[in-house]
């Protein structure tokens, strides 16, 4: 080889050497530009956002109507119709495709406090602070009959996947559970300790799951209406409950401890966080199971990976976040600033 031949191969090298000191200082001085961003900057984004199913949301509109706190939603089963309640004691229909409202109809003496829509996505069914559980047509918003038998005010509702069982939670210490074809009260449960606030049913219509002022979760096997196991952690009220698609875990969300994620094989406690938001009013799980969406008493609505990680913190709303609930691209959100607000989430790329 000529030194000529030599003195370029050299020259070449070096050039390289540099150039990746270069990129290396670049992106070095990049990945400490973007890590030190805070959430608000950063999208309210954490790093698992780049995984995640949704690698944007934006809000889409925000539903005006009532007139007092929204205290509830419900979302039919194809996602077009969103039903809502709250303190003006009204039942508020949307259009969620156009964001139109459909009307409204009353019925009830007091604040709505829980909704349902049954599977066929053919009636709603509201619980009040009038101690009353009524069922509506969806077609003509009609009341189809009213069950009464609690003595208190009715926190919270959920339904049997098929539709057929219905569980409410009040005021009253009880969780009564209702044969939704026949408009009858089956049996109360017996067990449960102080004013109940929250119920929910797997959706393999395995599990019921209900929750109170007594700070435990109680869960049921729901054909024989047997108690399986008491989960103890939460330290105040427990608000809201959801249960993994799979029906593998059981979400809570609480006064003071934030979300709590726990094994309903074992009954052991996988994860906790959230608490920083305030109360937890509302939990509810993503169609795939991906995410944890909650609502908060900071005005917030958070998104949540299952293990905890935060996705996103979404601010808009004016007052505590009563109610959210998931469509298959949107989350939806209720709140004590009277409105109603829709998220889009738009998937990732990949």
């Known amino acids: 080889m000529s030194n000529k031949g030599s003195s370029d191969l050299r020259l070449l090298l070096s050039t390289l050497v540099i150039s990746g000191l270069v990129a290396g200082l670049a992106y070095w001085q990049l990945s400490q530009?973007?890590?030190?961003?805070?959430?608000?900057?950063?999208?309210?984004?954490?790093?698992?956002?780049?995984s995640s199913k949704w690698q944007?949301?934006?809000?889409?509109?925000?539903?005006?109507?009532?007139?007092?706190?929204v205290n509830a939603i419900a979302l039919s089963p194809d996602g077009n119709l969103l039903v809502s309640g709250g303190d003006d004691r009204m039942l508020h229909f949307w259009n969620l495709a156009t964001g139109t409202p459909l009307g409204q109809v009353k019925g009830h003496t007091d604040w709505i406090y829980a909704l349902v829509i049954t599977p066929d996505g053919?009636?709603?069914?509201?619980?009040?602070?009038?101690?009353?559980?009524?069922?509506?047509?969806?077609?003509?918003?009609?009341?189809?009959?009213?069950?009464?038998?609690?003595?208190d005010f009715v926190n919270g509702l959920a339904l049997s996947p098929d539709g057929r069982t219905l569980a409410s939670a009040s005021?009253?210490?009880?969780?009564?559970?209702?044969?939704?074809?026949?408009?009858?009260?089956?049996?109360?449960?017996k067990g449960n300790e102080g004013i109940m606030l929250s119920v929910a049913i797997s959706q393999d219509g395995r599990?019921?799951?209900?929750?109170?002022?007594?700070?435990?979760?109680?869960?049921?096997?729901?054909?024989?209406?047997?108690?399986?196991?008491?989960?103890?952690?939460?330290?105040?009220?427990?608000?809201?409950?959801?249960?993994?698609?799979?029906?593998s875990q059981l979400v809570s969300g609480s006064d003071k401890d934030g979300i709590k994620v726990w094994n309903l094989t074992t009954g052991e406690l996988q994860h906790q966080f959230g608490s920083e938001g305030g109360q937890v009013f509302?939990?509810?799980?993503?169609?795939?199971?991906?995410?944890?969406?909650?609502?908060?008493?900071?005005?917030?609505?958070?998104?949540w990976s299952r293990s905890g990680q935060l996705l996103r913190n979404l601010k808009g709303h004016s007052g505590a976040v009563y109610g959210v609930v998931f469509g298959q691209d949107q989350l939806i959100s209720a709140s004590e600033d009277?409105?109603?607000k829709v998220w889009r989430l738009f998937p990732g790329s990949s």
């Open 33 to 50: 530009y973007w890590t030190s961003r805070s959430p608000e900057q950063n999208g309210n984004a954490t790093s698992e956002m780049t």
């Open 56 to 69: 944007k949301i934006a809000l889409a509109t925000t539903l005006r109507g009532h007139q007092d706190e």
């Open 122 to 151: 053919q009636t709603v069914i509201s619980g009040s602070k009038d101690k009353t559980i009524k069922l509506w047509g969806v077609g003509d918003r009609q009341l189809q009959a009213t069950l009464r038998g609690h003595q």
């Open 171 to 189: 005021y009253d210490h009880t969780v009564k559970l209702w044969d939704v074809p026949g408009r009858q009260e089956i049996t109360t449960l």
């Open 207 to 247: 599990f019921l799951a209900t929750g109170g002022v007594d700070k435990l979760i109680r869960i049921w096997d729901l054909p024989s209406r047997r108690l399986l196991r008491t989960l103890e952690g939460h330290t105040s009220d427990v608000n809201s409950l959801a249960f993994t698609p799979d029906s």
């Open 282 to 303: 509302s939990v509810a799980v993503s169609p795939d199971g991906s995410a944890i969406a909650s609502g908060h008493g900071d005005q917030t609505v958070k998104l």
């Open 338 to 340: 009277s409105t109603i």
